[in-house]
């Protein structure tokens, strides 16, 4: 008979063979591929067409990001528009421009709105730009097709076209609707970033750009423009920065010159133009076919601080990157605090005496309701004060000593 294998009872813990639990690899479904390979095959390209029948032919859940810049609906209707020296003024009284009713505009906004979502992933966003003509209409339309806005932001021209007629006050921004799929995506917002960005002042939702002239306006064989609406590439640079990451899918509805194609090959990401006209898809071509895309260590942007991994304060006490009993400054110097062995902050001012976390007590001194101690409580250096927070930054450098 063959001797029965026996487990070898040892009293020690049972030890998992695998080691350190490795995070689990989301599993992709096969959905999810074909989803994918159908999208691939129209990456960095430009489907020509109307734009609900192209959007179509890709399948759900399969771009990061819209970014649509659709017809305006002008109705301009008064004739052709004048300067005081009698010049003919270049409005758009494009066909692609014009519907019938704002029933006709409507129903129109409102199926490719449904198709953006469709084809958007579950996490996915989409900005929206117009101008009092039609942003109301779009913005209605957005959220009843189920979007969730998460902000609408002015683009603030500095260098608006002037009211010619003098009738009605200078027409000098536009507005941009950004909305998640749903309200319970998590949309990406590279807040730090877009904060860095801004000289580390959080980014507001007014944003100042020239219109597009001079050396970027993309002409046509008779030096004419080669389109009417050409957006900066500086309004689709930061409405990349802020909401996609390199490698992220972007598709453009209304490609018009390709602004969005442009700025995503330059900042390494992906597109999916589509547009009817085939002008403006030559156009597009060339210009795009000009850029040069920057390099991948060039596109790293500031990780945002929830991504970064947590650090408690007792941890800077414990690495002895301050040490119990040293004293902390509030940023203007009138307030101070003892630091002691388990990480917390003391202070005695007659006969109050408070104590707690960082923010804890950061906030007490300050009369306030909360306080980021990281930023507000400082240590001395023989160089001068700096934020705890630099302290921070190191232990999760690896830098401890
Ligand atoms: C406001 S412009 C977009 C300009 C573009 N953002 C740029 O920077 O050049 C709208 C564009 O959408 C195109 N368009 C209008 N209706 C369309 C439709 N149903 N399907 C596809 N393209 C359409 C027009 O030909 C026009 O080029």
Redesign the pocket.
Known sequence: MPAKKTKKKTDKPAMKKSGPKKPALKKTSQKENTAAATADKFLDTIIK????A?MKKLPDASVDLVFA????NLQLGQGELTRPDNSRVDG?D?E??KFDSFKAYDD?TRS?LAQARRILKPNGAIWVIGSYHNIFRVGAAVQDTGFWILNDVVWRKSNPMPNFRGTRLTNAHETLIWAAKSEKSKYTFNYRALKTANDDLQMRSDWEFPICTGSERIKDDSGGKA?P???PESLLYRVMIASTKPGDIVL?????????GAAAKYLGRRYIG????QK?ITA?KKRIARVKPLESEDLLTQPSPKAAPRVPFGTVVETKLIKPGSKLFSPRGNHSAKVRADGSLYVKDGDTEIQGSIHKVGAAVQNAQACNGWTYWHYEEKTGRRPIDFLRDKIRKGITG
Do not use: L, M, N
């Open positions: 067409g109307d734009c609900i192209a810049d659709p017809p305006y758009v494009d692609w421009d129109f490719w389109h609406t050409q957006k453009d509805p209304f490609f018009g010159s390709g602004t969005t589509i547009e009817r006209d403006y597009a």
